[in-house]
């Protein structure tokens, strides 16, 4: 605490201090590896409201990207706006696995995405980055293939869908990152509403 009540303060106030803004559930934006990229605050508040919102359920074991071929063979609308992949992996999350034996997503996985689905904005997902820690060469492509065009799509890294399925009929997702200027990614709350419970469920969870 930088002013305490017990220290005889008037008011309570804390510092803050992240290692980096990357970290727990966020969102990366173009500038995070593009040159002269969009940053979080180059982004309106109405881009971060998803409407059209599709959850697939993938069986991934290790260390593995996910490519074309394990999206091709679900029907996911052409009007997508979010797509949410739940592998189930976040259940290693307190684990060395969880970051060294991650899945990640392939390089082509992008071009595709955006030839197949012009509206998808953002892709979410239950594992710790687009880049899996074993195929670290290639995980620089990965994230330039969504974030390297002039309708970048923008990842959600490190997501907590526990509480989701593919079953799970979504009404709205909004995707609120913690604003900073000139940041090329930040921490993000993501909450949904659903036709199931007629409330929001929060589906970032805790990091420590």
Request: aromatic share 10%; with cysteine.
């Amino acid at each position: 605490l930088k002013s305490s009540f017990k220290k005889g303060d008037k008011a309570e106030t804390s510092n803050w201090y992240f290692s980096n803004n990357h970290f727990g559930t966020h969102v990366d934006a173009p500038g995070h590896f593009v040159p002269e990229g969009k940053n979080i605050s180059d982004y309106p508040a109405n881009s971060w409201v998803f409407n059209k919102i599709v959850l697939i359920e993938l069986n991934v074991f290790g260390a593995v990207l996910i490519d074309i071929h394990n999206i091709c063979t679900f029907s996911i609308p052409p009007d997508t706006e979010l797509l949410l992949i739940k592998t189930g992996y976040e259940g290693y999350r307190s684990r060395k696995k969880y970051w060294h034996d991650n899945p990640g997503l392939a390089p082509q996985l992008g071009k595709y995405l955006r030839e197949n689905f012009p509206h998808l904005r953002a892709i979410g997902f239950d594992f710790i980055s687009v880049t899996s820690f074993q195929h670290r060469p290639i995980g620089k492509d990965a994230h330039l293939s969504l974030l390297d065009n002039d309708n970048p799509i923008l990842p959600i890294e490190d997501m907590t869908l526990l509480e989701v399925d593919k079953n799970t009929r979504f009404k709205e997702v909004i995707v609120a990152p913690l604003r900073v200027n000139m940041a090329n990614g930040a921490p993000v709350t993501v909450i949904a509403r659903i036709d199931e419970s007629k409330k929001s469920l929060n589906m970032q969870g805790v990091r420590t």
